[in-house]
Nanobody, 115 residues
């Protein structure tokens, strides 16, 4: 069973920065894609950023220019650096790692941005 353990997040004022980490129990190279999702209160879960095994990177429009997804394979870790935060970024953030057959999710991390 694959485990994804998240850390980071917290509270920050608008314009500030926060980072999220997600440590996988096996090599990040073993996944076809790794991604960060978020879910705000009363809203559906949405894709924020993803990184594929072919090094293709996707950002939601809301994240472009402000968020950066990266991975450090030696530590089986995926990161989401969030800069210039906005109150609309307030949500629970989830990392996910997927293969052709399975998808695994982290436990979720709260990010709260105040104006």
């Amino acid at each position: 069973q694959v485990r994804l353990v998240q850390s980071g997040g917290g509270s920050e004022r608008a314009g500030g920065s926060l980072s999220l980490s997600c440590v996988a129990s096996r090599s990040t190279y073993s996944f076809d894609a790794i991604a960060w999702y978020r879910q705000a209160p009363g809203k559906e879960r949405e894709l924020v950023a993803s990184l594929s095994s072919g090094d293709e990177i996707y950002y939601a429009d809301s994240a472009k220019g402000r968020f950066t997804i990266s991975s450090y394979a030696a530590k089986n870790t995926v990161y989401l650096q969030m800069n210039n935060l906005e109150p609309e970024d307030t949500a629970v953030y989830y990392c996910t790692a997927s293969t052709r057959w399975d998808a695994y999710w982290g436990q979720g991390t709260q990010v709260t941005v105040s104006s």
